[in-house]
Each structure stands twice: as C-alpha cells, then as structure tokens.
C-alpha cells in the first residue's frame, strides 16, 4: 500500500507581508497608516506608528495557519 501524502496549507501571501513571526513565538504586526501623507501627522504620532506591535492573543490562533 502506497502512502498518502499530507496536504500542506499554502502561505496566505498578503498576510505573510503584514506579520512575522518572533523567535519567542509571538506574532510581530506593522501599524497601518506609515507608507505615504504621513506629513500631517505629529512627530510623536509618526514616531510610535515606526514601531511595530504584538498580535492579540484571540486574533493569534486565527492568524498562525496563514503564515
């Protein structure tokens, strides 16, 4: 008998983009809101939206399979 091969899950490319993964296991989110018209936002506003965030632990188990 022959052995059936498991089916991978792809990589969701859009989400894989937005997040990446941490060694700790964590999942790293950019902040939206820093591409481009960032003149009209304070340079504390721009300052904090430069670093990135943690995924919340609810949206985690939904987002770990995309990436």
């Given amino acids: 008998m022959a052995k059936v091969k498991k ?3 792809k990589t969701h ?3 894989a983009k937005v997040f990446r993964k941490r ?3 964590s999942i790293k989110i950019t902040r939206q809101g820093i ?3 960032t003149g009209k936002n304070s340079s ?3 300052r904090q939206k430069r670093n990135g965030s943690t995924l919340h632990k609810s949206d ?3 987002i770990k399979d995309l990436i």
């Fill in 23 to 25: 060694k700790s296991g």
């Fill in 60 to 62: 985690y188990k939904r």
């Fill in 7 to 9: 089916n991978k899950m």
């Fill in 13 to 15: 490319k859009a989400s």
């Fill in 35 to 37: 591409l481009h018209n």
């Fill in 44 to 46: 504390k506003r721009a």
